[in-house]
């Protein structure tokens, strides 16, 4: 892929599309896409694009779970298969928007009087999607509240966040997020939190709300104590995809956010990649790019690179949607196919001063999707030299940092918006959840389950039954047991090193006591 200026010119005449009907562009000129290529694709896309129909109309487009997947209803509840559904998405956004407008007033409030704080507690979707948005649209000189996060079931990560609360805990509520109401890490922020209130000596259930669905455990708990109030979750929405759903949107409208931007954004860009003309469908564009630059394999590590802060978090949400839903051992004819595409990222310009060196003169094992904003935006745009902005310098390095890619071999897409708002935000949320429904279809797996994050959870459970086994054999023998010992006394023998990772996190945490006898080190409970 070596061209002249003039030759990189005709390119992007080509192969750049303007959607002004959604104020975003989508450059594939700098991939090794060509004519030949999109006339090979366009039976596949045209497959894709029926899968898609048939997918937003209510069909099982989760065949192992034997759910619909209806993402897409959230921002358009009139394409709902039952009134039922329209009917809960639009009773939810309303009562979403109540209770922040309740929160705001007062009329809503905690021990200490006005919520100052959200601590919402979840991990995976139910925090990715929240946390990009707070970061993306966050203002401290505007925002109704302020965003905490528990987000994962670390005591140390959850003690910095109390600690940042402080004395405000009783000015903050919580948001646990769990789908099943039985996720673990989730259930553990949930009993910290709580214990931390308790010790404030403050109403935990007087200070929380849930999202779940209706008769999960959590559900139930919920209702048992008295908490402030519910939203649904469904089980046509996965995770990964719930960020238009009550997950994404309580918070944002609670941090003041226009929840009804962020769902026009979603809207329009779902009206604009209903088309079944490829070169006029930016998702599907998409879609075939990254097919090409991977061999529809996933050969190539995806690298995101946002020149814009605030979209800084974009490249750990795109994680979870592209690797959650494209990493999979099987396709839908279950023959074993080990698809994926990895993606890493940060921002730019800050990662030409780190990996940029590699990608430019490093493994050709990627393929980079820049994101560029074209409004700067800031009252401190400074002209820093002559004719040059702060702003001016930022897209300077974008551009130069992309023809350098180019002139070293290395492909690129460009998406570009023209600021970063509500609109935009819903609108890159949609794009890539259809990006990759369309990929999921072109490669012909199961973009909607996740069978591999099951079977983690299964083996940490495992290692679990294997602490309390351990526990229980100390317990009831007070003498010292070498490694080997115990795991002999507990059935274990065969998985020996998880007994001795096990054992040395008690010990570390002061669990067990560990002490050498000759060659030997041996444990008793603490």
């Known amino acids: 892929m070596t061209y002249t200026k003039l030759q990189w010119w005709e390119r992007f005449q080509k192969y750049r599309t303007e959607f002004s009907q959604v104020g975003l562009a989508v450059d594939l000129s700098r991939m090794n896409v060509s004519d030949e290529f999109f006339a090979k694709m366009e039976p596949l896309a045209q497959k894709a694009f029926s899968d898609m129909d048939a997918l937003e109309k209510g069909a099982i487009a989760n065949p192992d779970e034997n759910r619909m997947v209806g993402h897409y209803w959230l921002r358009n509840p009139a394409l709902s298969p039952t009134p039922e559904i329209r009917a809960e998405i639009e009773k939810t956004l309303a009562n979403i928007k109540q209770f922040a407008a309740d929160i705001h007033s007062g009329k809503i409030g905690g021990a200490g009087g006005k919520f100052k704080n959200y601590l919402l507690i979840g991990i995976g979707g139910s925090a990715l999607g929240p946390q990009f948005v707070a970061h993306a649209l966050s203002d401290p000189r505007t925002d109704k509240v302020k965003p905490f996060f528990f987000d994962n079931t670390d005591p140390n990560g959850m003690d910095r966040v109390l600690a940042s609360i402080g004395t405000e805990l009783n000015q903050t509520l919580c948001i646990v997020i769990s789908k099943s109401g039985g996720t673990k890490e989730t259930r553990n922020g949930m009993l910290v939190a709580k214990a931390a209130y308790e010790e404030a000596k403050l109403n935990f259930g007087a200070h929380a709300v849930a999202i779940t669905m209706e008769g999960s455990d959590l559900d139930k708990y919920v209702t048992e104590n008295k908490w402030l109030k519910k939203f649904p979750m469904w089980d046509w929405i996965g995770g990964r995809t719930s960020e238009l759903s009550a997950v994404g949107l309580l918070p944002a409208a609670l941090q003041g956010f226009d929840v009804d931007g962020l769902l026009a954004g979603a809207k329009q860009i779902d009206d604009a990649t209903r088309t079944k003309n490829v070169k006029a469908n930016p998702a599907m564009l998409l879609s075939l790019a990254l097919f090409e630059s991977g061999n529809g394999k996933g050969v190539k590590n995806m690298v995101v690179l946002p020149y814009k802060d605030r979209l800084e ?145 299964k083996a940490a459970g495992q290692v679990i039954d294997i602490q309390r086994k351990i526990l229980a054999h100390l317990q009831k023998n007070h003498t010292l047991f070498t490694i080997e010992e115990i795991s002999q006394a507990i059935g274990n023998k065969e998985d020996i090193e998880t007994v001795f990772q096990v054992i040395q996190h008690l010990a570390s945490n002061g669990r067990l006591t560990a002490t050498r006898d000759g060659s030997s080190v041996k444990y008793r409970l603490a």
Do not use: W
Request: aromatic fraction near 8%; hydrophobic fraction near 40%; glycine fraction near 12%.
């Open 313 to 457: 978090l974009f490249s750990k949400y795109l994680q979870q949607l592209v690797m959650e839903s494209l990493g999979k051992e099987r396709d839908l004819k279950n023959n074993i196919v080990n698809q994926g595409i990895t993606v890493l990222g940060n921002k730019g310009s800050t990662d030409q001063h780190s990996y940029i060196q590699q990608l430019r003169d490093g493994l050709n094992n990627f393929f980079v999707v820049f994101i560029s904003v074209q409004k700067d935006a800031s009252e401190h745009n400074l002209m820093v030299e002559t004719d040059a902005t702060v702003g001016d310098f930022l897209n300077g390095f974008f551009l130069g940092t992309r023809q350098a890619l180019a002139e070293g071999g290395r492909e690129s897409v460009t998406i570009t918006i023209n600021e970063v708002s509500p609109g935009t935000v819903g609108m890159l949320i949609a794009l890539f959840e259809r990006v990759i429904g369309f990929y999921a279809s072109l490669v012909g797996i199961n973009a909607y389950h996740q069978p591999g994050v099951e079977a983690g959870k």
